[in-house]
């Protein structure tokens, strides 16, 4: 948006965006995320002095908390998502004050749009505050947070967020299939939910030839349950088993949490029993050049994710590298797979699912050369960035006209 002449600042919210510094120098962070959970979980602290709040809030402080972060767990926080929703009646109302206080010192905004659901808090506030400003909201897999919670959170949460929907103006959802769960969780109307899918720029991504790589098959995300860590890790000793993939390898990348360790240990321990752990390797850098290094390596990716999700960016990227990608028909796999015909999708979303799915992709060597081909070509031309972020301008325009 910014190469095209728009004015667009990001406010950042609990952390910094830390791979963004250079963009971000002069703005806040706000709702520091240190602060608000002390504030949350501990009374003393919503009235000590403002330099501890500064002090919270600084950036080795964040920093710190973001090196501790990663869980997508919402244990333990279903109060502060209830007070985050509940917006000016909330504990964070100071905060919320502070934030639109800046807003409306530096900025003069046409368009504001908040992130996830989980933000609609601000919503009644921001509409307050920015009358003529349009408000958007995205919507991207809201429902693993608050699903988590136990029932009385869970119904509690989701009512919150059909409430605050109404200051809303429009919903942009990541995918078709994750527009209509929202529709159904959040009672929002039909007309106001729009589909803007994600993107990725394919200049960014160097395009190998399957023809140029051997056998193996890649991971690439949180090494959890809830991503099907281990389903994956069952196919491949399933797979193995089979004389015929005798030189097939299993390359594993992504970051864990604490939550994760003891299924990690698990699975290097079947790895062990099966005598595969050779034919295994954790790619452990999977950031800037780790992450194009990763995909140089493999010949199709699978990220058997138990219950789907609203979309999945790293099929994006390992599309565009011309890595065709074997998917569960859960989510909006299909919806990705279909649209860019970069891939397959396969019923049954066990290891027995998945290795049969692996096995008859692996013995097809042209079939893999064609999928990889209209992988690239896929992203391209229906999931470049450039091209995404001009359809959401077209959206944001056509608002603005009508306000």
Same mark, same amino acid.
């Given at each position: =948006? ?11 919210? %609990? ?8 963009d ?6 706000? %709702?520091g995320? &240190?602060?608000?959970?002390l504030?949350q =979980?501990?009374?003393?602290f919503?009235?000590?002095? $403002?330099?501890?709040?500064r ?14 972060a990663g869980?997508?767990?919402?244990k333990? #926080?279903?109060?502060?998502t ?19 206080s800046?807003? @409306? ?6 368009? &504001? ?17 920015f009358?003529? $400003? ?16 136990k ?7 989701? $009512?919150? =967020? @059909? ?9 942009? $959802? ?10 159904? *969780?959040? +009672? ?18 160097? %395009? ?12 690439i ?9 281990? &389903?994956?890790?069952d ?16 390359? !594993? ?7 994760d360790k003891a299924?990690? *240990? ?6 062990? +029993?099966? +005598? ?16 194009h290094?990763?995909f ?17 960016l790293?099929?994006l990227e @390992? ?10 028909n859960?989510g909006?796999f299909?919806?990705?797979?279909? *649209?860019?015909?970069?891939g397959?999708? %396969? ?6 699912? #998945?290795a ?11 079939? !893999?050369?064609?999928? @990889? ?20 301008i ?7 006209k009508?306000?």
């Amino acid at each position: =948006m910014k190469k095209q002449g728009h004015q667009v600042t990001k406010l950042p919210m %609990y952390l910094p965006l830390f791979f963004d510094e250079h963009d971000l120098n002069e703005i806040p962070v706000f %709702y520091g995320a &240190i602060s608000i959970y002390l504030k949350q =979980m501990y009374p003393i602290f919503r009235h000590t002095p $403002a330099w501890v709040d500064r002090l919270l809030n600084s950036g080795p402080m964040l920093k710190l908390a973001a090196r501790m972060a990663g869980s997508t767990n919402a244990k333990g #926080l279903e109060e502060m998502t209830i007070s985050m929703l509940m917006g000016e009646e909330g504990k964070q109302k100071d905060e919320l004050n502070r934030m639109v206080s800046w807003m @409306s010192e530096y900025l003069q905004p046409d368009v &504001i749009h908040l992130s996830n659901a989980l933000l609609l808090g601000l919503a009644p506030k921001l509409k307050k505050e920015f009358p003529n $400003a349009i408000l958007f909201c995205s919507l991207q897999d809201e429902d693993v947070w608050v699903d988590a919670m136990k029932d009385s959170f869970r119904d509690k949460t989701w $009512a919150l =967020m @059909s409430t605050k929907a109404q200051y809303v103006d429009a919903f942009i $959802a990541v995918s078709d299939f994750y527009a209509g769960t929202s529709i159904e *969780k959040m +009672n929002i109307p039909n007309e106001k939910v729009l589909t803007n899918h994600l993107g990725v720029d394919p200049d960014e991504y160097k %395009y190998v030839a399957t023809d140029k790589k051997e056998r193996n098959i890649g991971y690439i995300s949180r090494m959890c349950e809830a991503n099907g860590f281990d &389903i994956i890790v069952d196919a491949f000793i399933l797979l193995k088993k089979d004389p015929t993939f005798e030189d097939v390898k299993l390359i !594993l990348a992504g970051g864990s949490t604490g939550d994760d360790k003891a299924l990690i *240990k698990r699975v290097r321990q079947k790895l062990k +029993n099966e +005598n595969l752990m050779e034919q295994v390797d954790f790619h452990e850098d999977f950031d800037g050049e780790g992450r194009h290094e990763f995909f140089s390596k493999v010949k199709i990716i699978s990220v058997p994710v138990r219950n789907g999700e609203a979309f999945g960016l790293y099929l994006l990227e @390992s599309m565009a590298s011309g890595v065709p990608v074997v998917q569960p028909n859960l989510g909006a796999f299909p919806e990705i797979v279909n *649209k860019s015909n970069g891939g397959v999708i %396969y019923e049954n979303n066990s290891p027995e699912g #998945l290795a049969f799915a692996l096995q008859n992709l692996l013995k097809q060597e042209d079939k !893999l050369h064609e999928l @990889s081909n209209s992988a690239r070509k896929g992203v391209e031309k229906e999931f470049n960035i450039y091209d995404q972020a001009d359809k959401l301008i077209g959206i944001y325009t056509r608002f603005l006209k009508k306000n």
